[in-house]
C-alpha cells in the first residue's frame, strides 16, 4: 500500500496553508499520532518558520483531544528532540515541525518514536490508516503567523550532558574557535548554547531568525559565505540546515567538506582506533566514485543504498556497522543516533582534531572527486523514466559520450515533484554536456 500523506523519504512535506498542512489536518493527525502511541505523553518542537508555532498547537490540540497529552520543547534541531525523546523518562514520541532544508514557505511533520528512530514505512502507513478513520473537523484558514524565539535551558542542558558522556570529552575543547552559519534555523540559538556550554568560541555569521529566514541564502546548502569566514578566521567553519541535522564543514584554508570527506575523516579515525565495525561504512548512490576507490584502497568496505538517511541506517544495523553517511551531509553514527545531527558531529570532528593536535586542513584525504554536477528538475509528475523512449535513446546517446569512464544517476525527490540527474565523468565539459541534455529533455517531456 503506498502512502497517501507521508512522503518517500522524510515525513511530511508540503507548501503552508496547502494540504496537509491545514489546521484542521494537523489536528486530525495529532489525533492519530496520539492513537498511535497509545495515548502516551508525547512531545512537539520546531525549527524557526514561524507557521511552527501553530502547527505545534494544533498538533497538541489532536493529541489531548484523543485522550494523550502533549509537551513543548519550543524550538530546538530535529536530533535534538531525537535525543531528548530517547533519554527522558515518560515520552513515548515526539513531533518535530520542519521542512529541513526547504525555505520558510514550506513546513512538515516528522514523527519518532519513544527511542529516538524515526517511523518506519510500515507504521508511517498505521498513522495514515488512523487518520483516514476520523471526519475532519471544520476547516479555517492558517492562524495570522507570529513568531517568538524560546529559551529552552533544560533542552540544551540535558543535550550537553549526553554528547559530553558519549564523546568522552568534557573540557578538552575548550577555547576552540570556530564559524557557525546555522542557515537562520533550529541551530541558531540551540547550537551555538550547545557549542559555548562546550567552552568554544564561536563566530556566528547567519542572520537572526524572523520566521521567514531559514535556509535563505546560508546554511548547508550555501556554505561558501561559511567557507570564507572560516578561512579569515583560520578555524573551522560548520554550516547547517534548517533543522540542523545535515553538516557541511570548511577547514581553515576554506576548502569545503560535504558529506563524503566528512564520512571519509571518521572512517579513517575509528579505522586507527580499531573502532570501525567490521571495516565498513555506508554510503548512498550519490556518493563520488572517487571516495568509494580512497575508502576501499585504505581497507574500507563500502556498501551502498538509495539516497535517505534512514536507509543508511537501516543498512548499517543489517551489516553491523556504524558509520554512513549521505553526500548532501546527512552522517549516521550509530553510537549516537540512527539519524544525522550537525551539532554532534561538529563536536566529534572537533574531538579528532584535538585528539591528532592538528588542523582540520592537515587531515584532507588526497583524492580528487571526479567532476560531477547536480540538476534538480522539476516536473509536473513522476513518469517512470523506463516507460519514456525518449528518455532510453537520451541515456543511451550520454553513456556513448561518456566512454565508460563515468555514471548517471537519477531519481525523483523524496518530498518535493523534482527529478535530481546526477553527473559524473571524466571532465567538467562532458559532465555538463551530457547533463544539459537530460535536464532539457525532461523539462521538455516532464516540465511543470
Not at 540542523?244 to 558529506?259: F, K, P, T
Request: glycine share 10%.
Amino acid at each position: 500500500m503506498d502512502k497517501r500523506i507521508f512522503g518517500a523519504t522524510d515525513g511530511i512535506r508540503g507548501k503552508v496553508g496547502e494540504a496537509p498542512l491545514r489546521p484542521n489536518i494537523i489536528k486530525a493527525l495529532g489525533k492519530a499520532i496520539s492513537k498511535y502511541f497509545d495515548n502516551g505523553r508525547l512531545v512537539v518542537g520546531r525549527d524557526t518558520r514561524e507557521s511552527g508555532e501553530w502547527m505545534c498547537d494544533y498538533a497538541a490540540m489532536g493529541i489531548k483531544e484523543q485522550g494523550g497529552s502533549a509537551g513543548d520543547l519550543g524550538i530546538l534541531p530535529t536530533p535534538a528532540m531525537q535525543k531528548i525523546v530517547e533519554e527522558r523518562e515518560g515520552i513515548v514520541g515526539g513531533i518535530m515541525m520542519t521542512a529541513s532544508h526547504n525555505p520558510a514557505t514550506d513546513n512538515g511533520l516528522k514523527v519518532f518514536l519513544g527511542n529516538g528512530d524515526k517511523l518506519s514505512d510500515e507504521q508511517e502507513l498505521k498513522v495514515e490508516e488512523y487518520y483516514f478513520e476520523q471526519e475532519l473537523g471544520e476547516d479555517i484558514a492558517p492562524p495570522s503567523e507570529g513568531y517568538e524565539v524560546e529559551d529552552n535551558p533544560a533542552a540544551v542542558r540535558d543535550y550537553v550532558a549526553i554528547a559530553t558522556e558519549t564523546l568522552d570529552a568534557a573540557g578538552e575543547l575548550a577555547d576552540t574557535e570556530i564559524v557557525l552559519d546555522a542557515a537562520s534555523g533550529a541551530g541558531h540559538d540551540y547550537s551555538r548554547a550547545v557549542f559555548e556550554e562546550f567552552g568554544l568560541q564561536v563566530n556566528q555569521i547567519d542572520p537572526l531568525p524572523t520566521g521567514k529566514n531559514i535556509n535563505d541564502g546560508y546554511g548547508a546548502l550555501y556554505p561558501d559565505k561559511m567557507a570564507a569566514a572560516a578561512k579569515e578566521h583560520g578555524c573551522v567553519g560548520v554550516a547547517m540546515d534548517g533543522d540542523a541535522d545535515r553538516i557541511v564543514i570548511a577547514d581553515e584554508e576554506g576548502r569545503i567538506w560535504d558529506g563524503d570527506r566528512i564520512v571519509t575523516l571518521i572512517a579513517e579515525y575509528l579505522f586507527e582506533n580499531d573502532a570501525l565495525p567490521a571495516n565498513t561504512v555506508v554510503l548512498t548512490e550519490y556518493s563520488n566514485l572517487a571516495t568509494v576507490q580512497y575508502l576501499t584502497d585504505a581497507g574500507i568496505t563500502v556498501e551502498k543504498v538509495v539516497n535517505g538517511d534512514r536507509y543508511v541506517a537501516q543498512k548499517c544495523e543489517e551489516l553491523g556497522a556504524i558509520l554512513g553517511g549521505e553526500f548532501s551531509g546527512h552522517i549516521i553514527y550509530l553510537p549516537w543516533l540512527k539519524s544525522s545531527d550537525a551539532t554532534f558531529m561538529t563536536l566529534f570532528i572537533l574531538k579528532i582534531m584535538r585528539e591528532k593536535g592538528c588542523r582540520l586542513a592537515d587531515l584532507w584525504a588526497k583524492y580528487d572527486f571526479l567532476p560531477s554536477k547536480q540538476w534538480a528538475v522539476t516536473v509536473r509528475e513522476k513518469k517512470p523514466l523506463e516507460d519514456m523512449p525518449e528518455w532510453i535513446g537520451a541515456m543511451a546517446a550520454a553513456e556513448n559520450r561518456m566512454d565508460g569512464n563515468g555514471r548517471i544517476f537519477t531519481r525523483y525527490s523524496g518530498t518535493e515533484n523534482k527529478l535530481r540527474i546526477l553527473v559524473e565523468g571524466k571532465s567538467m565539459e562532458i559532465v555538463e554536456e551530457v547533463g544539459e541534455a537530460l535536464k532539457e529533455l525532461v523539462e521538455r517531456e516532464l516540465g511543470a
